[in-house]
Structure formats: C-alpha cells, structure tokens
C-alpha cells in the first residue's frame, strides 16, 4: 500500500480483513455448496482479466479474499497497484485450491471492479485539471462500510482525500451556521475542538459571507456553487489568505474552467458514489 503512510497503512489493513471477512461471510455463509462438487484435493491455476481500460486498485482485498480460503495461494500481479491497463489485460495470475478460488472468485472481483472504477474515474478528473493549482478531493458520499475502502482508491487515482468522518475535522456547513448564530459565532466556537481537528473548514455561499468568515480568521473555506464569475472574484478577494476549495455540480465538463479559477481545492462526491464498475472476468484452468 505505497500511497499511505505507515499508520495509515496499518489502519487500513485491518479494514482490509474486516472488509473481506464481511463479505466472504455475505457470500459463503456456511458453505459453497457449488464448489463442493469439484474435488477437494483439486488444484487450479488461473487469470484475472480487465475487460476494459482501468487503472487498476483493490489489489489488497483481492489477495485477502483469495488467502482466506487458501493461505497457500500463489498470487503475480501483471498489472500493479495504480498502473493503467488496456482492454482485456491480464492483470492477476494464480495457482491454488480450486474450491477456494471458486468460492473467492466474487468476492476479489467485486473489490477490483469497484475500487479500480474509483480509481480510474479520479485519474480522470485528475488529468483534467494538470497544469493549474487545483486539487481533486473526495467527500463522505461513499457506500456505507466502505470508505477507508473508496478513499484508498482515490489516492491510488491521484486524488486528495478530504476528512474520513465527522470526527477527524471540522466542516462547518449551511445548517451548522444556522444553527450556531452566523459565521462568525460559529468559528469562534471552534476553539472548543481545534485541539481535535485536522483542519477546520468552513462553508460560504456567498461573496458576504466569504468576507466575514475571512475576517474571522477562516483559514479553509468551502465555496458553495458559485459560478464561475463569482468564483474568481473569491480568489481574488481572498489574496490567497485562506485554502479555497469548490463544491457542487461540479462535471467532468465544467472541471477545467472551474480550476482556472485559481482555487486550491475541488471536491467530487461523485468519485465515489457515481462509478460505474470495471469490468473483470477470472478464467481456471486444470494443472496437468
């Protein structure tokens, strides 16, 4: 797991375990009763393909799904961690329990057709904005249980990720504003949790607010779907005091005009919500 650090990296694989356990728990349940009709002594080798292009990520739940039922299993990688492939690329060749591979089979692919969409998809987003300042970040829009799962993908698709949960930092929205007596009451209130924050960040749907929350010492702030023409004109009044970041409608199409803007950040729900799944296909066959 080359794309984090070593905490982070021991954080997630423990999640990749509990992941995997889930779902070979889903899937299995008490038995394979199909792959109980092939001998238990039986050994298989086989392939793993990528039916389309892809920039290829799961790699750690797949062996996972695979060792679980075979600790045995040998397992080479074609294609590594974040590479790109073409079109029908074999990208994972190998030998074990046939019963094991069998029973495993869903579950690897449904990691990699899942994770290698969310990493191929921010790779895009990605590539579109090269060249300006802009990073891509994700949001919490994931599928429940799985967002250490779909954020580590974003990173493999060279995308920023953005808090994990509500507990790590602050992002003081529209309701939270409301709620707390205006922009500037509500950061000063955080002081209580800035000890605990990684970042405290604040959310403006106007060039008004954006002034306010600035002379209340924001040193993040989120700007709420505000056109282009407003867009720069926060940049500029900003004068680069604050990390300015985009959020909402934002397209594939309507990306690179947003970050010619000038801001730092920009931030995609639909990386992780909106993905369609790459197509994998795995094939055994009979050792001699």
């Given at each position: 797991m080359t794309y984090l650090n070593d905490e982070t990296r021991q954080v997630l694989h423990s999640q990749v375990l509990l992941d995997v356990a889930r779902a070979l728990q889903e899937d299995?349940?008490?038995?394979?009763?199909?792959?109980?009709?092939?001998?238990?002594?039986?050994?298989?080798?086989?392939?793993?393909?990528?039916?389309?292009?892809?920039?290829?990520?799961?790699a750690p739940w797949a062996e996972a799904a695979f060792r679980a039922l075979d600790p045995t299993v040998q397992l080479h990688w074609c294609v590594a961690e974040g590479q790109r492939c073409a079109p029908?690329?074999?990208?994972?060749?190998?030998?074990?329990?046939?019963?094991?591979?069998?029973?495993?089979?869903?579950?690897?692919?449904?990691?990699?057709?899942?994770?290698?969409?969310?990493?191929?998809?921010?790779?895009?987003?990605?590539?579109?904005?090269?060249?300006?300042?802009?990073?891509?970040?994700?949001t919490r829009k994931t599928i429940p249980g799985l967002r250490l799962a779909q954020k580590y993908a974003v990173r493999?698709?060279?995308?920023?990720?953005?808090?994990?949960?509500?507990?790590?930092?602050?992002?003081?929205?529209?309701?939270?504003?409301?709620?707390?007596?205006?922009?500037t009451a509500v950061l000063r209130a955080t002081q209580q949790v800035a000890a605990r924050a990684q970042f405290i960040e604040i959310e403006v749907e106007t060039l008004a607010q954006l002034e306010e929350?600035?002379?209340?010492?924001?040193?993040?702030?989120?700007?709420?779907?505000m056109p282009p023409t407003q867009l720069h004109e926060a940049v500029r009044l900003n004068a680069g005091r604050a990390i300015l970041e985009i959020s909402g409608g934002?397209?594939?199409?309507?990306?690179r005009a947003l970050a010619e803007t000038g801001v730092?950040?920009?931030?995609?729900?639909?990386?992780?919500?909106?993905?369609?799944?790459?197509?994998?296909?795995?094939?055994?066959?009979?050792?001699?």
């Open positions: 299995v349940g008490t038995g394979d009763l199909t792959a109980a009709l092939v001998p238990a002594e039986r050994r298989s080798r086989g392939r793993i393909l990528a039916r389309e292009a892809a920039v290829i990520c799961g029908d690329t074999v990208v994972l060749e190998f030998e074990g329990y046939a019963r094991a591979l069998l029973s495993a089979e869903r579950t690897a692919l449904n990691f990699l057709q899942l994770l290698s969409a969310v990493a191929t998809k921010t790779a895009t987003y990605v590539e579109a904005v090269q060249g300006t300042r802009a990073h891509i970040v994700d493999v698709g060279g995308g920023t990720n953005h808090r994990i949960g509500l507990h790590d930092a602050v992002l003081i929205k529209e309701n939270h504003i409301a709620a707390a007596g205006g922009v929350a600035l002379a209340a010492g924001a040193q993040m702030v989120l700007l709420d779907n934002v397209t594939l199409e309507s990306l730092d950040r920009i931030s995609i729900g639909g990386l992780t919500k909106d993905v369609k799944a790459i197509d994998f296909s795995m094939r055994l066959q009979e050792l001699a």
